[in-house]
């Protein structure tokens, strides 16, 4: 039972470069999102997912774009890369409806450093 | 607007010290409250939860209780162990919104 899988766990970039953070979940989920974790920041949304098809900005969205590719599927792209940039991301999923039913699963996370 | 106020760390403790991890809110009406768990290197994980006022979650040892009066979901512990060590996190989901706002989080280091 796999959950919430991200792709790559570790990245490195030069600034100017583009890249693509993968998230997939096999649970079904309607929701997704994508976060990014800075020290003493805790955790800021950069976009979500409320369902197949829809996309909207979360706190921090300048310099990404996302992808609903599919139910399972939500990815984030990096079209050029900044060091402010240089983060640790994470992919959530919930199945929607009640928060109080349905809390959010994480991934592992992606740690992205642009130099 | 909608807010989550969370214990500044990092907390230090000794083995079976009591831990308390303050967390405050503001908020319409009477959303529920998590709080959550990042170990080293690992994603979030949910600790607990509580869905309405004065309900007590609880999970591994840690409890919080749900005050309406206090706006407050303070995190517990009677007993802290070293694998405790982790960041802890407050949330709390916006009115009516798909969206959840987490606290700054709380690193919590135990000594053996």
């Known amino acids: 039972n796999a959950g919430v899988t991200q792709t790559p766990k570790f990245q490195v970039l030069k600034t100017g470069q583009s890249m693509t953070l993968q998230c997939a979940q096999d649970?079904?989920?309607?929701?997704m999102y994508w976060y990014r974790q800075d020290p003493g920041m805790g955790l800021r949304l950069i976009y979500y997912?409320?369902?197949?098809?829809?996309?909207d900005k979360g706190e921090v969205p300048n310099g990404y774009n996302v992808s609903r590719l599919n139910k399972r599927e939500f990815s984030l792209r990096l079209e050029s890369a900044a060091p402010s940039q240089t983060s640790v991301y994470f992919c959530?999923?919930?199945?929607?409806?009640?928060?109080?039913?349905?809390?959010?699963?994480f991934g592992d996370g992606t740690r992205l450093s642009i130099l | 607007g909608d807010s989550v106020t969370q214990m500044e760390g990092p907390v230090t403790l000794s083995e079976e010290a009591f831990l308390t991890i303050n967390c405050t809110y503001t908020?319409?009406?009477?959303?529920?409250l998590f709080w959550y768990v990042q170990y080293p290197g690992e994603g979030l994980q949910l600790l607990l939860k509580?869905?309405?006022?004065?309900d007590k979650g609880s999970n591994k040892g840690f409890e919080a209780t749900y005050r309406k009066e206090t706006t407050s979901f303070h995190l517990e512990k009677g007993s802290v162990q070293v694998s405790d060590s982790a960041v802890y996190f407050c949330?709390?989901?916006?009115?009516?919104?798909?969206?959840?706002?987490f606290g700054s989080g709380t690193r919590l280091s135990i000594r053996p």
């Open positions: 959530a999923s919930r199945p929607g409806g009640s928060w109080g039913d349905q809390p959010q699963h």
């Open positions: 649970m079904n989920h309607n929701s």
């Open positions: 997912s409320a369902s197949e098809g829809t996309t």
């Open positions: 908020a319409t009406g009477y959303p529920s």
């Open positions: 509580a869905t309405k006022a004065d």
């Open positions: 949330a709390l989901p916006y009115s009516s919104a798909s969206k959840i706002i």
